[in-house]
């Protein structure tokens, strides 16, 4: 039911950046931008598997940043 | 060591626990197996005076409430018929009917499960909702010789007698509807664009399956554009957005999932496209669906069905629909008047049952299965004109004749011909 | 009052460190595991078959969870890999122990590609990424019909009990649960018990403790979840032997949830938890179907929310807070009867607040 939205929630909250609440806002259009885009011009994926999207572009950006496009790097002491 | 010790306690407590479970669950009965009763000594869950029918359907999770109905409609069917003395059986004795209903939470697996607690207690099983839950148990129940009859799911395999001889569908198979539709819409001579939605499982392609095979060489039907949604989804606007845009004045929508069917109508609106508009009968309630979805807006909604809508203001006066409510608020614990035809196909199921008992010569499953194959054109109540329960013909459903139907503004009305 | 309780209490606990006591327990066990399907009931059979079905499966997610502290919300993608993986080896008529392998190795390897890019990232974002494979998985099973069946599954019926050996199918298929879940639960226990298992235990505890001994968390991260993955992948196997059938709906989001739920009830990072949650996963919705089929999603987080109030170590340390209860019980006798014993009835209090937890896990 709506545990698409919870979903679609923790992936805007882990592609912004846990630190940054305006960092996921801008994550959330993102990924609703990125996904239609997706779901009409990539054959591919079309419409049933548009939902892969945000995960993979979580993938890719926590690869590269792991602490989401504008968080903050949080330094972990022993 | 102390940690050593304490999980092999546990394993002894939880060996035990399980043991107590299952044998307390269980107990009382023999380890004697389904299927070895003798020739021609009734099956189990049928004595001289009751008849137990099992269901197992979806009561909890997302498709509650359809499946809520299909246990209400036969509950208040057999209900009325067990106050008024019970059902005449075609071996002339007079028997009550009971009925035990398990929720599956449309789960395959917990459907299954349902299926193997039922089925030395009950005498047929009947009604359930859902094509994987009814798949699950389907090959188990054609090996422990167990009807399973009268279903609600539009999935051919049922209808098969080659590949499933103790099943029977209820509800017309997806194609009869896409294809009364494509007939429709073929045979009205000017030139169509059509646009297809469809649900991407087995439900959405019977739809768009019967629908093209109807139009198939149907020079006049060209379609424009075709995409898929997937149940779970919170949105099809994209889709929409999509299909707009290819210009077509047809909208052929198989869906079956209320809300979406709802904000599809709201955002075609919005977009200034207003095609013809073809539901499912499942999603095509004109109080649930049309009249949130501002469905006057648009030129026509179609629709197929076979059973009068009780909610509908042209049948309020209708005796059987009358009775049916009076009785699913006395008998079938359902108060409201309900939003889901799946209450009222479920009362026909109770109907055609009836018919079945009438014409069984013994009290057993063989003798029940031959009965209930042997329906022909049997006017179940709440039926449409020109609709009819027919069991006999091989590869359809119980109910396979179905009427196209246009919104007018309250209700439905049958029609002829598309305008 | 206090001695007449301990006295037998201790002097069991002596008995159990006896060499002939431990082996006699399993031995024992064993001699009733293989007499039971003989004289169960045939619906007592298809429950217990059931239960090691999902308690291999939790089983697997406590490698990963509950040993090696890794979020992972995708352990029933691999239990529907591996049913997918037989019902197409036995639909194409393959050899069974060739089957069996397959199903091994490719939950196995799927968990291993996913794992080396996963275990990089922490915390949360392994939650995210395991996360994706049940909701990617469902319409990718749709979208590869020609092997999935797409929505409307494939059944497969190939555990039937062979020919001559006089057992019901019911009995066949539960010999098989137990042999291969057994083997499967020794080997893990081994594994969680040894040198393995305290590396894991590290990593839980803390990563950077453990790279400084000169554990490296990636590596055991990684193996953990291959693991788990393989087990996962096992669980499915069986699950194709008890049910027969698949469909996109196997491994639907709300039944990983459901997993996990059973891992936590039963007891995290305990063998026999295991075996627990595997029973509360299959036992508690034909309770709840008894009480009333039309509440049961209610009934079912009311008693989840019971059990974790009560005994927040899971299932499993019901013993011990039995044990400590005994204990107090005489002394503070008045105060607080001993909070013990969960009853599956008493969910009417919590039941108000409950429908959300339940949306979360069934949806």
């Known amino acids: 039911m709506l545990d698409s939205v919870l979903v679609y929630g923790l992936a805007a909250v882990i592609l912004g950046g846990l630190t940054s609440p305006v960092g996921v806002v801008i994550a959330a259009w993102i990924i609703g931008v990125l996904e239609n885009l997706a779901a009409v011009y990539v054959g591919f994926i079309g419409f049933d598997l548009k939902v892969a999207v945000p995960f993979i572009l979580i993938f890719v950006v926590l690869i590269v940043r792991p602490q989401g496009l504008f968080g903050r790097k949080t330094v972990v002491r022993v | 060591m102390s940690t050593h010790s304490r999980s092999q306690r546990a394993l002894g407590i939880a060996v035990a626990l399980a043991l107590a479970v299952t044998v307390s669950a269980c107990g009382g009965r023999d380890a004697g197996r389904s299927g070895d009763a003798a020739e021609g000594a009734p099956s189990p869950g049928i004595t001289d005076t009751t008849v137990t029918l099992g269901i197992t359907t979806p009561l909890s999770g997302p498709t509650a409430g359809p499946g809520t109905c299909t246990v209400a409609g036969v509950t208040a069917y057999f209900g009325a018929k067990n106050a008024a003395g019970g059902v005449g059986f075609g071996d002339g004795k007079t028997r009550t009917v009971e009925i035990q209903a398990l929720d599956d939470t449309y789960d395959p697996q917990q459907a299954a499960a349902n299926y193997d607690q039922l089925k030395g207690e009950v005498f047929a099983m009947t009604a359930g909702l859902g094509t994987p839950t009814n798949r699950a148990w389907r090959e188990a129940a054609i090996a422990d010789e167990v009807p399973q009859v009268l279903i609600m799911t539009g999935d051919p395999l049922f209808s098969d007698t080659q590949q499933s001889p103790w099943q029977l569908g209820f509800v017309p198979i997806y194609q009869n509807e896409g294809a009364a539709f494509g007939e429709l819409l073929a045979s009205s001579g000017a030139a169509h664009r059509v646009a297809i939605l469809s649900q991407n499982d087995d439900f959405g392609a019977g739809y768009v399956e019967g629908f093209k095979s109807a139009i198939e060489g149907a020079g006049n039907i060209e379609v424009v554009g075709e995409l898929t949604y997937e149940a779970t989804d919170t949105s099809v606007d994209a889709q929409i957005t999509d299909l707009a845009n290819s210009g077509a004045d047809v909208f052929f929508n198989a869906m079956s999932v209320t809300p979406l069917v709802i904000a599809a109508l709201q955002k075609a609106q919005q977009l200034g496209w207003t095609p013809s508009w073809f539901l499912p009968s499942n999603t095509s309630s004109p109080t649930a669906i049309l009249e949130p979805g501002g469905a006057a807006a648009f030129p026509g909604i179609y629709s197929v069905s076979f059973a009068k809508a009780p909610q509908s203001p042209a049948f309020a006066q209708d005796p059987d629909v009358v009775e049916y409510l009076a009785a699913l608020k006395q008998y079938g614990n359902y108060p409201d008047p309900p939003a889901f035809p799946h209450c009222h196909w479920s009362w026909m199921i109770g109907a055609t049952l009836e018919q079945a008992f009438q014409n069984m010569k013994e009290p057993t499953r063989d003798s029940f299965m031959e009965a209930l194959r042997a329906i022909k054109d049997f006017q179940a109540p709440l039926m449409l004109p020109d609709t009819a329960v027919t069991t006999s013909e091989s590869g359809q459903p119980a109910v396979s004749t179905v009427v196209v139907q246009k919104y007018n503004g309250r209700g439905y009305d049958t029609v002829e011909a598309f305008e | 009052m206090t001695r007449p309780t301990a006295t037998p209490a201790s002097s069991f606990s002596a008995l159990r460190q006896r060499p002939w006591v431990r082996w006699a327990v399993p031995l024992l066990l064993v001699v009733v595991l293989a007499v039971l399907p003989l004289v169960l009931t045939e619906a007592a059979n298809d429950t217990l078959a059931r239960i090691g079905v999902f308690a291999v499966a939790v089983l697997g997610l406590n490698v990963v969870m509950g040993y090696t502290g890794q979020i992972s919300l995708g352990q029933i993608f691999f239990l529907g890999l591996g049913a997918y993986v037989t019902a197409y080896g036995v639909t194409n008529d393959w050899n069974i122990v060739l089957v069996f392998v397959l199903t091994c190795l490719i939950p196995a390897v799927a968990g291993l590609l996913v794992a080396l890019a996963a275990a990089r990232l922490g915390g949360?974002?392994?939650?995210?990424?395991?996360?994706?494979?049940?909701?990617?998985?469902?319409?990718?099973?749709?979208?590869?019909?020609?092997?999935?069946?797409?929505?409307?599954?494939?059944?497969?019926?190939?555990?039937?009990?062979?020919?001559?050996?006089?057992?019901?199918?019911?009995?066949?298929?539960?010999?098989?649960?137990?042999?291969?879940?057994?083997?499967?639960?020794?080997?893990?226990?081994?594994?969680?018990?040894?040198?393995?298992?305290?590396?894991?235990?590290?990593?839980?505890?803390?990563?950077?403790?453990?790279?400084?001994?000169?554990?490296?968390?990636?590596?055991?991260?990684?193996?953990?979840?291959?693991?788990?993955?393989?087990?996962?992948?096992?669980?499915?196997?069986?699950?194709?032997?008890?049910?027969?059938?698949?469909?996109?709906?196997?491994?639907?989001?709300?039944?990983?949830?459901?997993?996990?739920?059973?891992?936590?009830?039963?007891?995290?990072?305990?063998?026999?938890?295991?075996?627990?949650?595997?029973?509360?996963?299959?036992?508690?919705?034909?309770?709840?179907?008894?009480?009333?089929?039309?509440?049961?999603?209610?009934?079912?987080?009311?008693?989840?929310?019971?059990?974790?109030?009560?005994?927040?170590?899971?299932?499993?340390?019901?013993?011990?807070?039995?044990?400590?209860?005994?204990?107090?019980?005489?002394?503070?006798?008045?105060?607080?009867?001993?909070?013990?014993?969960?009853?599956?009835?008493?969910?009417?209090?919590?039941?108000?607040?409950?429908?959300?937890?339940?949306r979360l896990g069934r949806a």
């Not at chain 3, 909701?135 to 599954?153: C, D, H, M, N, Y």
């Not at chain 3, 001559?164 to 291969?180: A, E, F, N, P, R």
Request: net charge neutral.
């Open chain 3, 124 to 358: 949360l974002a392994i939650a995210m990424v395991t996360i994706a494979l049940p909701i990617v998985g469902v319409p990718l099973a749709k979208r590869l019909s020609e092997f999935t069946g797409g929505s409307q599954g494939v059944s497969a019926r190939f555990t039937d009990a062979p020919e001559g050996s006089g057992l019901y199918d019911d009995q066949w298929q539960l010999y098989l649960v137990l042999v291969i879940g057994g083997i499967v639960f020794v080997l893990t226990r081994f594994l969680v018990r040894g040198k393995y298992g305290r590396a894991f235990a590290i990593v839980k505890g803390n990563e950077n403790v453990a790279s400084s001994m000169g554990i490296s968390p990636y590596r055991y991260k990684v193996l953990a979840f291959t693991i788990a993955s393989l087990i996962g992948g096992v669980s499915g196997f069986l699950y194709m032997v008890v049910v027969q059938y698949t469909s996109p709906e196997t491994m639907s989001f709300g039944h990983s949830i459901e997993l996990l739920v059973a891992m936590v009830i039963g007891g995290a990072g305990s063998i026999a938890g295991s075996l627990l949650g595997g029973a509360f996963y299959v036992v508690v919705p034909n309770l709840t179907n008894a009480v009333d089929p039309s509440l049961t999603a209610l009934l079912q987080g009311a008693l989840l929310l019971v059990v974790l109030f009560v005994l927040p170590g899971g299932l499993v340390s019901l013993p011990r807070a039995v044990m400590r209860g005994l204990r107090r019980s005489p002394a503070g006798r008045g105060h607080a009867a001993p909070p013990t014993t969960p009853s599956p009835t008493t969910g009417s209090g919590p039941a108000a607040e409950e429908p959300d937890t339940e």
